[in-house]
């Protein structure tokens, strides 16, 4: 008898974490609590992907469209990733995984971006794994921030229109040196994209699970992984 071969495993997974507030919700307790119990479904899906083999996990932390949130739980979770990076620093390094983050930074406070700049830069050399934080993100900024990038090159005379194909789109995003998410997921049963990575999704499988995501921990990544597992990717082609 033939050994069955692994089933493959995403090479880059994107997940839209969600359902915080609705956890603390049912629990009659604050927004804020559901977003601390988030923070540890943060952790253990790191480690999870990590001894997954999986290289790159893109986490949607923060969405431009979040900035409309009462006052006090934006400063609650900009609180809560100080706090995080400040848990999992060592983590990064004994790990060797390097954090990268995308978005518009520069609306987040300074000492948050500080933060994130140093350890960025602390571990800008690792290679076994990437942390990506997706923080005052939107898919159309981050396509207008590219569109502007462009258009300052053309009308510099370094790039003619024409010449403008996927690859220049592509070249112009934040993180533009990371594959395309190879499967997205969505927690807490919402059917909807919310402007995450609208690039970079167009042919990424989807797996939305009605767990809340302070509840999603890595038996779940498991099965989001198997169902990727048995998914047939045809690119618009037959198979
Ligand atoms: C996701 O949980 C966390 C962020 C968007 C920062 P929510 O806070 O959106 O939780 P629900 O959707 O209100 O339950
Ligand atoms: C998407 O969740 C953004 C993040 C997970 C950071 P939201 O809860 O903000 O999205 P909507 O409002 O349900 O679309
Ligand atoms: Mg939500």
């Known amino acids: 008898m033939s050994a069955t071969p692994p089933a493959p495993v995403p090479r880059h997974i994107a997940i839209i974490m969600d359902g915080n507030g609705r956890w603390a919700q049912q629990r009659g307790w604050p927004r804020i609590k559901g977003h601390e119990a988030g923070a540890e479904s943060v952790q253990a899906v790191v480690r999870a992907c990590r001894d997954a083999g999986v290289e790159y996990l893109t986490l949607y932390a923060f969405s431009v469209e979040n900035w409309r949130r009462p006052r006090e739980e934006i400063s609650g979770l900009m609180r809560l990733l100080e706090h995080f990076l400040d848990r999992n620093e060592d983590e990064l390094h004994e790990n060797e995984i390097r954090l990268r983050v995308i978005g518009r930074l520069a609306d987040l406070p300074k000492l948050i971006q500080r933060r994130l700049a140093k350890t960025s830069a602390a571990t800008a050399d690792y290679h076994r794994g990437n942390l990506i934080l997706a923080l005052s993100y939107g898919g159309r900024a981050e396509l207008v921030d590219a569109m502007r990038g462009i258009a300052g090159k053309v009308a510099a005379g370094e790039l003619k229109p024409d010449a403008i194909d996927e690859a220049t ?36 499988e989807w797996y939305v699970t009605d767990v809340l995501w302070p509840d999603f921990r890595e038996a779940d990544l498991h099965a989001a992984i198997d169902a990727y597992g048995r998914r047939k990717r045809r690119y618009g082609a037959v198979s």
């Open 169 to 204: 789109v592509a070249a112009h995003l934040y993180a533009p040196d990371v594959p395309d998410p190879d499967l997205m997921v969505r927690t807490s049963g919402e059917l909807r994209l919310s402007n995450f990575l609208l690039w970079q999704l167009s042919y990424a």
